[in-house]
């Protein structure tokens, strides 16, 4: 009993749901098993947690006075109540779809006039609402045909409206068909799967040039596409998309500008991987505008990554105030196991890159290690700041020390090769001849030639030209 679904729901609920719940249970139209009230009465009152005795199976049997096996069964009433109540919630959230359900029931009761008055009712209610997403158009979608409907009952043929219900219909396929294309697109570019997308290369066909491309949840998905996709054209597409955002983005309930802008910003974070640090800039601003839209938090939490990612967009644009500002300002929405060390890390990054290396080294020394791209990272910073205080006894040691972690590390995949490459030049920088300007040159070549090598400028500021 005491890993039964229906006590791990009640666990997982909040305060005010759960006080919605009572009430709800104790409805004789909603329950109508007075065992199942019962039952929820006894695990209410041992929430959050109760001793694994007290949720033994025979245990609440005998508490209850029933047989084991009538437990089961009431067991099951109870969560069945609870996920009906759950199904209301949710219901409740959605306004739009009772309309729809309130007008449908009137007109099959054959009161036209009221079943009328709600469609305007509702119809004002739809447009009043600020979100132009894919639920929007879906809700429009069914209130064009109510109306259609109500129509043909009351025998006003030339009051049909065909063509407002097929739009409103295209519209609502198409934008949620753009929306799952680009999950797709998406999580193939991660899993390497291919997915059959079905009419997702027909609608694409359909949409260039067309007028719907002037709705927001339309034009948003239709260019994050082809900016995933990675043509010619992706980056006009790309500044298609951050223009939308910029004008639209509150046009959007927040998981879905979430999602468009985790899509503008992982097109701006491939580009600067690829040496693209014109992107910095773009990346930096989709940044500011998402933290203003709420966009990048989840469940009101920013992830220490985001949190990095922004520090590091800031810092390479020199908006060190900023970078300082929103560090301190934004470390209490970071997870508190990983606080921390992301506060820490990034203030390290701060200090080297304005100049103060002990303030720096401070930060590293404080952080918690607990991911491996992250240590490789600050070791890399310790490296440059030993390198640049000539500090060359301890960058052997350092270098050494990654040599080792790179080799005990089995699960690095190509950023095994990226530290190793790093490592390499460090040492090969460290045994060239300063006079000598060949070998300088020749190092400046191999470096400016390695791969996505996000060091590239900083390896050659340390070398004379």
């Known amino acids: 009993m ?44 041992r929430l959050p947690e109760a001793p694994a005795a007290e949720l033994e199976k025979a245990v609440v049997a005998r508490q209850l006075g029933e047989s084991p096996e009538r437990l089961y069964h009431l067991t099951s009433y109870l969560l069945e109540a609870i996920e009906q109540f759950l199904a209301l919630e949710a219901w409740k959230r959605a306004p739009e779809d009772g309309h729809v ?32 997403s894919a639920a929007y158009h879906r809700a429009d979608y069914r209130l064009q045909l109510e109306a259609y409907h ?105 998981s879905e500008v979430h999602d468009l802008y985790l899509m503008a910003i992982n097109f701006c974070i491939r580009r600067i991987n690829q040496a693209e640090g014109q992107y910095f800039r773009d990346v930096f601003d989709l940044y500011q505008s998402g933290l203003q839209h709420g966009a990048l938090l989840e469940n009101g939490a920013l992830s220490r990554w985001t949190y990095t990612n922004i520090a590091l967009a800031a810092l390479s644009l020199g908006e060190y105030a900023w970078a300082f500002q929103f560090l301190q300002e934004y470390a209490p929405l970071v997870p508190a196991n990983h606080r921390e060390g992301a506060l820490n890390f990034n203030l390290a990054r701060y200090f080297y890159d304005t100049g103060n290396y002990r303030q720096a080294m401070q930060h590293l020394v ?56 790093v490592v390499r030049l460090m040492r090969k920088m460290l045994a060239v001849n300063p006079n000598d300007g060949s070998a300088a040159l020749a190092l400046r070549q191999q470096i400016s030639a390695a791969p996505a090598l996000a060091e590239r400028e900083w390896f050659l500021k340390q070398l004379p030209e």
């Open 2 to 45: 005491q890993s039964a679904p229906v006590f791990q729901v009640l666990q997982a609920l909040p305060p005010s749901v759960l006080r919605a719940l009572d009430k709800f249970m104790a409805s004789p139209y909603h329950v109508t098993h007075a065992g199942a009230g019962l039952l929820y009465r006894y695990l209410r009152a």
């Open 101 to 132: 359900l309130v007008v449908e029931a009137l007109r099959r009761l054959h009161l036209d006039g009221l079943s009328a008055g709600m469609l305007r009712y509702a119809r004002r209610r739809l447009e009043g609402e600020l979100f132009r």
């Open 150 to 254: 109500l129509s043909q009952q009351q025998g006003r043929a030339k009051a049909f409206n065909l063509q407002e219900l097929s739009d409103a219909q295209d519209v609502a396929f198409i934008s949620e068909k753009l929306r799952t294309g680009c999950l797709l697109l998406s999580h193939q570019s991660v899993s390497k799967r291919a997915y059959d997308d079905g009419l997702l290369k027909p609608v694409l066909a359909f949409l260039k040039g067309h007028a719907y491309l002037k709705i927001p949840s339309v034009a948003a998905y239709y260019h994050g596409y082809f900016a995933q996709a990675g043509g010619a054209d992706s980056d006009a597409h790309f500044r298609q998309l951050k223009t939308i955002l910029d004008s639209h983005a509150d046009r959007f309930p927040v």
């Open 366 to 421: 404080r952080m918690e290690y607990d991911d491996v791209l992250q240590n490789l990272m600050a070791k890399t910073i310790l490296c440059k700041i030993y390198y640049e205080m000539d500090e060359y006894s301890a960058l052997e040691n350092q270098l050494d020390s990654i040599e080792i972690y790179l080799r005990r590390k089995k699960v690095l995949g190509y950023h095994k090769d990226y530290y190793s490459s």
